[in-house]
Nanobody, 120 residues
Framework: QVQLVESGGGLVQAGGSLRLSCAVS????????MGWYRQAPGKQRELVAT???????NSADSVKGRFTISRDNAKNTVYLQMNTLKPEDTAVYFC??????????????WGQGTQVTVSS
C-alpha cells in the first residue's frame, strides 16, 4: 500500500503565506511525477502545480509568481510554498503522486486533502 499524508493547511489573511507538505510512504520503488491540486466549493478539482523527479515544474497561470512547488526525493516529500495568498485560493488542496510500487505496478495516488482558507 501507498499512503500520502498532507499537512500545513489552515486559515490565513490575504497576503499571507502557508507551506503545504505531503509525505509519501509505503511499498515504494520510486516516485515519478508529484503535484498539488485544489478544489473550491462548487468547482471542479484543478491543477495547481506539478514537479518531476528531476525538478522540472509546471504551474497554473493563476498561481505563477506566488506559489512554488519543490520536492525532497530522499524524504519522499513534496512541498507547496504559497505566498501572497488571495481569497480565491481558498480550497481543499490535494497531493498527488505517480508511484512505482513494489508489486511492481505504476499507480496514481491521492492524499486526503488539507483545507486552506484565505480571509479578506
Amino acid at each position: 500500500q501507498v499512503q500520502l499524508v498532507e499537512s500545513g493547511g489552515g486559515l490565513v489573511q490575504a497576503g499571507g503565506s502557508l507551506r503545504l507538505s505531503c509525505a509519501v510512504s509505503g511499498n515504494i520503488l520510486s516516485i515519478n511525477l508529484m503535484g498539488w491540486y485544489r478544489q473550491a466549493p462548487g468547482k471542479q478539482r484543478e491543477l495547481v502545480a506539478t514537479i518531476t523527479r528531476s525538478d522540472i515544474t509546471n504551474s497554473a497561470d493563476s498561481v505563477k509568481g506566488r506559489f512554488t512547488i519543490s520536492r525532497d526525493n530522499a524524504k519522499n516529500t513534496v512541498y507547496l510554498q504559497m505566498n501572497t495568498l488571495k481569497p480565491e485560493d481558498t480550497a481543499v488542496y490535494f497531493c498527488n503522486a505517480v508511484v512505482l510500487n513494489t508489486r511492481p505496478n505504476l499507480g496514481v495516488y491521492w492524499g486526503q486533502g488539507t483545507q486552506v482558507t484565505v480571509s479578506s
